[in-house]
């Protein structure tokens, strides 16, 4: 019995040590290195020289070009590139634009205008909510149920006594001023009239 004791113990104790034992499958040999990969087509490339600064003559693209003066489509008020103006480009500060007050318009404060409006653009009629989160240049706002120019609305601010309606791209979309307590109207860029009340 005392044998059969100590073969079971020399069996224990081989496993034992053979579970402890690290094998490797890889014996020092290194890893096979990824094959290069093809370059990517990459298409014509094309170069040439850039037209001289502004005032000189030269040539490009075997044409002639004169600097300095822009062609007569692209004459603008303001432009002093050769490029046009962007259509509906904002004027003034965020787009807000510089509007002279109608007689009668009260000053208006942010904290005056916070919170909801029932909005009357052109007949119809919508909610709009202004906060005081900013948003660009101006602060957050939007519109529910509005069809027109309004729906676009992202953002608002004040310039003076105007309150400006923007868009995503800090366009003015409508001009607006307090009329009464309650009550701020305007227009929007189309003309359409817009009359926020609460």
Known sequence: MVQKVLIATAVASVLALSACQRTSYYQNQPAPQPQPLTPAPAGQVQSGNLPPPG??????????????????NTANSGNTGQFPAAPGAPTGGGGMGNVAAPAGA???????????????????????FLTLTNLGDGLRGGTRG???????MKSWGINGDQVVLNDANGYAIARLYKTADNRIEGQGSAGQQVVLSR
């Open 146 to 152: 509005c069809t027109g120019g309004l729906s676009q």
């Open 106 to 128: 009260m000053p208006l404060s942010n904290s005056a205008l916070v919170g909801s409006w029932k909005v009357n653009e052109g007949g119809v009629q919508c909610d709009m």
């Open 55 to 72: 005032g000189q003559q030269g040539t490009y693209n075997s044409g002639t070009y004169q600097s300095g003066q822009a062609p007569a």
